[in-house]
């Protein structure tokens, strides 16, 4: 599961890490929660037409009778997207990349759950692998939202929790965005997992379990990196 996430950066380093077409209006998240409205990249047939804004966390889609009537997946399992005939649809034609610097997990110890953020070595963006979907409502207006694909986690992150997120590799990130790639076949293989060697972890303070709370101190470490 991937229930938490960050992304700290400036809107600059993020038009600059993910080639971006465009900007929006944008402020550094520390402690992302599903149902919130997130940023998302959607990709083009040319890799310079990036374009970033907004989707709600929590997938509602199009062929829901009513918005809150369904389970609204933040989540979708990687084996999932490659059985089910209706999430092969979106994954065929509504791709996107969730821009993030972190995630975190909660790590039981006896009744206290502890949250641990699962970085990259270099501290460096990364894109989630996620779907999206409009569902239109009553009024005609449109509800765009999306759900990130996860899949087994690598020894780092099977510690703490039994999934994790696919986190692209920079190279897979051009064909996992590029629209006119509507083959499964080619797509299922980029679901991996991603190698722990070129991540770390460390725990960081309880508050992190307030999904209000949105400051600079859920990212500090309480102990070292491992």
Same mark, same amino acid.
């Given at each position: ?16 890490? /993910? %080639?971006?077409g465009?900007? @929006? ?7 992302? *929660?599903p149902?919130?409205?997130?940023? #998302? ?5 040319? *890799? =310079? ?18 918005? !809150?009537?369904? #389970? ?5 399992? *990687? ?6 005939p209706? /999430?092969?649809q ?12 972190? @995630? ?13 953020? /699962? ?6 963006? /990364? ?5 999206? =979907?409009?569902?239109?409502?009553? =009024?005609?207006? !449109? ?10 986690? $690598? ?8 999934? %994790? ?18 083959? *499964? !076949? ?12 070129? %991540? ?9 379990? $307030? ?5 600079? =101190? ?5 102990? #070292?990196?491992?």
């Amino acid at each position: 599961m991937c229930g938490r996430y960050t992304v700290t950066v400036t809107m600059e380093e993020l038009m600059l890490h /993910f %080639m971006l077409g465009n900007s @929006f209006q944008y402020s550094p998240r520390y402690n992302i *929660a599903p149902g919130q409205w997130i940023p #998302a990249i959607i990709g083009s047939e040319a *890799a =310079d037409q990036r374009r970033i804004g907004e989707l709600r966390w929590g997938l509602v889609p199009h062929w829901s009778k009513e918005e !809150k009537g369904g #389970a609204q997946p933040i989540n979708l399992r *990687a084996e999932t997207v490659a059985e089910k005939p209706s /999430f092969q649809q979106l994954l065929t034609r509504k791709r996107c990349l969730i821009p993030a610097d972190g @995630f975190y997990e909660w790590k039981k110890s006896g009744n206290v759950k502890q949250p641990v953020r /699962f970085i990259m070595k270099d501290q460096s963006l /990364f894109g989630m692998a996620a779907l999206y =979907d409009t569902w239109i409502q009553p =009024d005609g207006g !449109k509800l765009h939202t999306c759900t990130i694909i996860t899949t087994e986690p $690598n020894p780092l992150v099977a510690e703490v929790h039994n999934r %994790m997120p696919v986190i692209l590799p920079r190279e897979a990130e051009s064909l996992w965005l590029d629209r006119s790639v509507t083959e *499964a !076949k080619k797509l299922i293989p980029l679901l991996q997992t991603f190698p722990e060697e070129q %991540m770390r972890a460390y725990e960081v303070d309880r508050k992190v379990g $307030n999904s209000r709370y949105d400051e600079a =101190d859920c990212i500090e470490p309480l102990q #070292a990196l491992w």
